[in-house]
């Protein structure tokens, strides 16, 4: 990746003081967060664990139905059309035994503690790791793709965040907009304001073409695949650091095995991240999109043939340039005696090292940058990127 | 208590549109509110309240800051404008027993089950539109009450805490129970006792569904209830219990499921349930069948993390978006001292200087926000249509009983004050301004800065005054 021009670039803004859109160099960063701790084992399935069939009778994933990975991994099935592609094509790389050390086992608190990128204990609001990666790369073209701010983007870097699947038509005008942000000179949300009004300008400015088309379209493309494809033409664009969420993952009842509930959602989900590598062009090449979750699920099936909250989880990271087709970072053999508190996967690979190799690799960024995006990590290069 | 709260259940279901008197408790010691003033009762008025309007107002000022509070603090029964009051007693779900709708609703569920072919995809379509016709009629019913209820602190209370024990009505049948959730467990109970509303909610099908304890058994546990039951409705999630004490509450909770045949919607199941002692936050739990659900919830609800969690909660949503710790302090105090007596928990709250001080400066969430605006708008006036309300709702995040996650919709200024966020409400501030044919009372705005008024000068219409008004940054607080 241009990691030498850009930094060249990056450095030339800093002189100029003051904040415009980023270099057409930066790399692109694509944040997803599946939000409810998606069953990371029947994602990429431990095809060579006998403990993983004795204990999931009901929702494991055949060896036979997995989509080849390697000699102990297996792919889910529904992601046949969309992921295994781009896992064949290098492009996608998975990491196991991913996680936090929060054991709280709590959506929230972990969720919270993710996105806030603190050490644990004594952790503080006021910036999420997202937010703080935006203030060091020094370019305003952060955005969410949520109707809310997400708490990983929350912080002192300006962020504009907007639903994709309500943007529509405004009625209210330049003049009225203009005269709203007067209004709000001097207050305490005069910035949200500005930026408000102009990622909303933005939006409809790279948008406007595809809704035109889209109008005249009789069947509506599935939720996620449409808005999966306006974060590309989005991210094609101005933006160069974003975030989406996507919900849906909490199978506590019924989650089903090669077929069923959290098949369904794998496929919506995979056939939307295709879509969005396919949508990117000749800018998936300097793209990366990592794929995080809270936490994954109990190792073994619960009565009622669905999972509960665990611990590790499987991360994702795919892009043109990724270094993928394998299954990268800290790993051990899945058994009942590797299982931690003899329930879930356990934490090898830290999200902190993790994410901070790869913002270290595509940006260039020194121990001293890394430690202000994650204080007191030491980072872990995995070389996927 | 389960028994009688399940007994005064079934009274009331015969008329549903009255609201039970609170059992007899400790009298509330009248506010004292030195120094009143029409400011201060108009900056009470818009944070006990869906927002100030002509009669709210009159209300205030008629008996003074402290009497008002006193009185929202204990509601005696009220009337609805006629022609709100008539569109709700002609709702389905005021009509008929909760029991005979999940009764027919599941005959239907079954019928499209076992349709043909060609039948299926109809039926199926017909069980889906009765399911959103009901949720429809609940949030049509609480926008109404909201909007118009003289009884304003149990119309905000009551949305409280359907936000505190909130359920996602998208999952199975609960958009056939969320309006007998929020009839019958909740909003009877929004200034009753905690425990109270805890055991109503706990037995609520609503719940039971959402949080998928109707699955839970015997030998086939699901923890999903019961953790969320100590992180979300008790403890807080710092509130010191354990990956054990989720298992022990999973146990007592097997056997609580639904009835569709008839009659109250869930029950007990005693052969699923797990019978065998527990140990619970300490305490030991004797296998009891049905009983030992009061034995758990009495633990819980009177257990001092709960008392500061919920104080904590009520705070943030009447007071500050950082809690001040000694306010969440004396509130807890209060709360274990009255066995969770909510009113009284209210009134230490608004007794005290950092509520006063607080008065202007809280950041409306978008339900808030619009309510505000549409009250100002209408007052006593009808509503025309309840749809595009709730559709301005969804567009800013905030949909009635559509919550997907159990931990209820934020409270803070941080949630909602994005750029996307401030874009959409200037959006919905449009729709409304522009439907009000002359200007909005300014005497009920909240005191506008210099920016403001200088700018609200440049309006080039009525309605564009009214889009200012709505969009400036004093209305967006309370």
Redesign the interface.
């Known amino acids: 990746m241009n990691r030498r021009s850009f930094l060249a670039s990056t450095l030339g803004l800093m002189a100029c003081g003051r904040l415009v859109a980023a270099p057409a160099s930066m790399p692109r960063f694509l944040l997803v967060f599946l939000r409810g701790g998606y069953d990371a084992a029947n994602v990429l399935v431990p095809v060579s664990s006998a403990y993983y069939y004795e204990v999931r009778p009901n929702i494991g994933v055949p060896k036979e139905a997995a989509l080849p990975v390697d000699a102990d991994w297996g792919l889910h099935p529904a992601l046949a059309q969309s992921l295994h592609p781009l896992y064949l094509r290098r492009e996608l790389a998975l990491i196991p035994f991913a996680g936090t050390d929060d054991t709280s086992r709590s959506h929230f608190e972990t969720q919270d503690s993710i996105e806030l990128g603190q050490p644990l204990g004594g952790r503080s609001y006021a910036s999420g790791f997202m937010n703080r990666l935006a203030a060091e790369l020094g370019a305003r073209s952060a955005i969410s793709f949520t109707n809310q701010l997400p708490v990983a983007f929350r912080g002192e870097a300006q962020v504009a965040n907007v639903a994709l699947n309500a943007v529509g038509r405004t009625a209210v005008d330049a003049r009225q907009s203009a005269l709203i942000a007067e209004m709000y000179k001097g207050s305490s949300l005069g910035a949200q304001v500005n930026e408000g009004f102009a990622a909303r300008d933005n939006v409809m400015r790279d948008l406007g073409e595809e809704m035109v088309a889209a109008s005249r379209n009789a069947v509506a493309p599935r939720a996620f695949e449409a808005q999966a494809k306006r974060i590309a033409r989005l991210m094609r664009g101005d933006y160069r650091l974003g975030f989406v969420d996507v919900g849906g993952w909490d199978t506590h009842v019924g989650e089903g095995g090669t077929t069923g509930v959290l098949a369904t959602r794998l496929e919506e989900l995979g056939r939307g991240l295709g879509a969005f590598s396919e949508s990117m062009g000749d800018a998936w090449r300097d793209t990366v999109v990592v794929v995080i979750s809270e936490f994954g699920r109990t190792f073994r099936e619960n009565g009622n043939r669905g999972t509960d909250h665990g611990h590790g989880t499987v991360y994702w990271v795919m892009g043109g340039a990724v270094r993928g087709g394998r299954v990268a970072g800290e790993q051990m053999r899945v058994a009942r005696e590797t299982l931690f508190q003899d329930r879930d996967y356990p934490v090898l690979n830290d999200y902190r090292a993790v994410l901070g190799g790869i913002f270290a690799r595509l940006y260039g960024l020194d121990a001293t940058q890394l430690a202000r995006i994650f204080p007191q990590a030491k980072s872990r290069d995995l070389a996927v990127v | 208590m389960g028994r009688t709260l399940a007994l005064a259940a079934v009274f009331l279901a015969a008329c549903a549109s009255t609201p039970p008197q609170a059992p007899s408790r400790a009298a509330l010691e009248p506010i004292a509110w030195p120094g009143d003033s029409a400011a201060t009762e108009l900056a009470v008025l818009n944070r006990v309240s869906w927002g100030a309007n002509r009669s709210s107002y009159a209300d205030i000022a008629r008996v003074g800051t402290g009497a008002w509070l006193d009185a929202q603090l204990r509601p005696a029964a009220t009337a609805l404008p006629p022609d709100a009051q008539a569109a709700i007693d002609k709702m389905t779900i005021s009509q008929r027993p909760i029991g005979d709708i999940v009764a027919e609703i599941d005959e239907q569920r079954r019928a499209f089950r076992n349709a043909s072919a060609e039948d299926r995809k109809a039926e199926r379509q017909a069980y889906q539109q009765e399911l959103t016709r009901l949720a429809r009629e609940a949030q049509t019913r609480m926008l109404l009450r909201a909007l118009y209820s003289p009884n304003q602190l149990q119309e905000e209370m009551t949305w409280f805490w359907m936000n505190h024990f909130s359920v996602f009505q998208q999952k199975g049948p609960i958009r056939a129970l969320v309006g007998d959730y929020e009839e019958r467990a909740i909003r009877p109970n929004a200034l009753g006792r905690f425990r109270d509303l805890l055991g109503a909610s706990a037995r609520h099908p609503a719940m039971l569904v959402f949080l998928?304890n109707a699955?839970?058994?015997a030998?086939?546990?699901?923890?999903?209830y019961a953790?969320e039951l100590m992180?979300?409705h008790t403890l807080g999630?710092d509130g010191g219990y354990t990956?054990r004490d989720?298992e022990a509450l999973a146990q007592v909770l097997t056997g609580w499921s639904l009835n569709f045949a008839g009659g109250e919607p869930s029950r007990f199941y005693p052969r699923r349930h797990d019978n065998r002692d527990k140990e619970l936050l300490g305490s030991t739990i004797r296998g009891n069948g049905a009983q030992e659900l009061d034995h758990a919830l009495d633990l819980l609800a009177r257990h001092a993390s709960t008392a500061r969690f919920v104080s904590r909660k009520l705070t943030m949503f009447f007071v500050r978006d950082d809690p001040p710790m000694e306010l969440v302090s004396a509130m807890a105090r209060t709360f274990s001292a009255t066995d969770g007596d909510i009113a009284q928990v209210l009134r230490t709250m608004f007794a005290s200087p950092a509520f006063r001080a607080s008065l202007g400066t809280k950041f409306k969430d978008p339900l808030q926000y619009t309510l505000s605006a549409l009250r100002l708008a209408l007052d006593q006036r009808p509503l025309p249509d309840a749809l595009p309300v709730l559709g301005a709702l969804a567009?800013?995040?905030e949909p009635l009983y559509a919550r997907?996650?159990p931990?209820g919709y934020?409270l803070t200024r941080?949630?909602?004050?994005?750029?996307?966020?401030?874009?959409?409400r200037?959006?919905i501030a449009?729709?409304i301004a522009y439907r009000v044919p002359t200007r909005l009372p300014l005497e009920l705005a909240p005191p506008l800065g210099d920016?403001?008024r200088?700018?609200l000068a440049?309006?080039s219409s009525p309605q564009?005054w009214n889009?200012?008004l709505l969009?400036?940054?004093e209305f967006?607080h309370r």
Do not use: C, I, Y
């Open positions: 998928d699955r839970n058994s030998g086939r546990l699901n923890e999903n953790r992180e979300l999630v990956q989720v567009r800013m995040g997907a996650t931990d934020p941080t949630d909602w004050a994005s750029p996307g966020q401030l874009a959409t200037f959006e449009r729709g920016a403001t200088d700018t440049k309006a564009e889009l200012l969009s400036s940054p967006m």
